[in-house]
């Protein structure tokens, strides 16, 4: 008999975190990301907001970690939404 290890396709696998945030400041938040390790990915720029990545299981401390940020780059997070693993 075989296990069903999948996990709920209705669960979210990553969410997405949308951010207010100048682009020419975008290499900064890369440096100070960069000192937590797999806690979040930057994607890209989708319209005027900067598209980061996070875990079901890191999403929390990646909301921490870019409030954090707002002492060294003018940020704003605009929403979480869910992603159910599209890298795009």
């Known amino acids: ?3 069903n290890n999948s996990v709920n396709a209705l669960e ?6 949308l951010v ?3 682009k020419e ?3 900064i938040l890369n440096y100070l990301l ?3 390790d ?5 994607r890209s720029f989708e319209g005027e907001f900067l598209k980061v990545i996070a875990t079901k ?5 990646a909301i921490r970690l870019l409030e ?18 599209n890298a795009g």
Do not use: C, Q, R
């Not at 797999?38 to 930057?42: D, E, L, S, T």
């Not at 299981?57 to 401390?61: A, E, S």
């Open 20 to 22: 207010k945030l100048k």
């Open 38 to 42: 797999n806690v979040m990915n930057i």
């Open 57 to 61: 299981d890191t999403v929390v401390d």
């Open 34 to 36: 960069e000192a937590e």
């Open 68 to 85: 954090s940020a707002k002492s060294f780059v003018d940020l704003e997070i605009i929403t979480l939404k869910p992603n159910n693993g």
């Open 1 to 3: 008999m075989m296990k």
């Open 12 to 17: 979210p696998v990553e969410y997405d975190i």
């Open 25 to 27: 400041d975008v290499h």
